[in-house]
């Protein structure tokens, strides 16, 4: 069974200072695990991907996330924010080769990421 | 190459018809999976069709069903329509099915009155 909790349901932030979005998840197997943003009245885009291959995993549009499965956690950041980041953010879990949940992704309840002047 | 396409956009019904909604894969997906995304539920997984089979199935009632063509595009039906499923219906296309990247459509926003 696969699960994802994101720790806040809004963030608000300055232009210009950094952005967190915490989420923590749980996987039976070695998870494949995403964050996604949606900007209102618009489907959702691929920021990142972590696949294991690193464990600091660089997106788009300067973000970046850290797994630590220590902590089974799967934080997202950007050192400086801007304007146009204002959307909501999802951290997912998806389906893993060798396991059933074909085609299945898990989301969180998302993050509402507000930027300030 | 072009992105997942969705149609209609935008739909409105009345409780008790039925609706299709149509959803075309990146060139070269075969996995097509579909979501429902409400201010309640968040986003919810509908069910994944790969080279024209279910191959998973989310926890909704019978009236959702799908359907995938040899193309790879892919069909949802919700008959019997309910207030409930109101909601924002978004497909999404991978090149196989099991830990792949899915690429996300605009969706299909449908109001059910």
């Known amino acids: 069974a696969q699960s994802v909790t994101q720790l806040d349901s809004h963030v608000s932030v300055s232009e210009g200072t950094p952005v967190l979005l915490r989420c923590n998840y749980s996987?039976?197997?070695?998870?494949?695990l995403f964050w996604y943003v949606q900007h209102p009245n618009k489907g959702l885009q691929l920021l990142l991907k972590y696949t294991s291959a690193a464990t600091l995993v660089k997106g788009i549009n300067g973000f970046e996330a850290e797994f630590k499965k220590s902590e089974t956690s799967f934080h997202l950041t950007k050192p400086s924010a801007h304007m146009s980041d204002a959307a909501e953010y999802f951290c997912v879990v998806g389906a893993n080769a060798g396991g059933t949940s074909y085609g299945k992704l898990t989301f969180g309840q998302g993050t509402i990421l507000t930027v300030h002047p | 190459k072009a992105g997942v396409t969705q149609t209609p956009r935008y739909l409105i019904k009345t409780r008790g018809q039925q609706v299709t909604l149509s959803c075309s894969p990146i060139?070269?997906?075969?996995?097509v999976s579909w979501y429902q995304q409400t201010p309640g539920q968040g986003l919810q997984f509908l069910f994944e069709?790969?080279?024209?089979?279910?191959?998973n199935k989310g926890n909704f009632p019978g009236r959702f069903s799908g359907r995938q063509f040899s193309n790879s595009r892919s069909e949802m039906n919700v008959s019997t329509l309910e207030l409930g499923d109101s909601a924002l219906y978004l497909c999404?296309?991978?090149?196989?099915?099991?830990?792949?990247?899915?690429?996300f459509g605009p969706g299909t926003r449908l109001l059910v009155l």
């Open positions: 069709y790969f080279s024209e089979t279910q191959r």
């Open positions: 996987s039976s197997y070695s998870p494949s």
């Open positions: 060139s070269g997906h075969r996995s």
């Open positions: 999404a296309s991978s090149h196989k099915s099991g830990g792949e990247t899915q690429y």
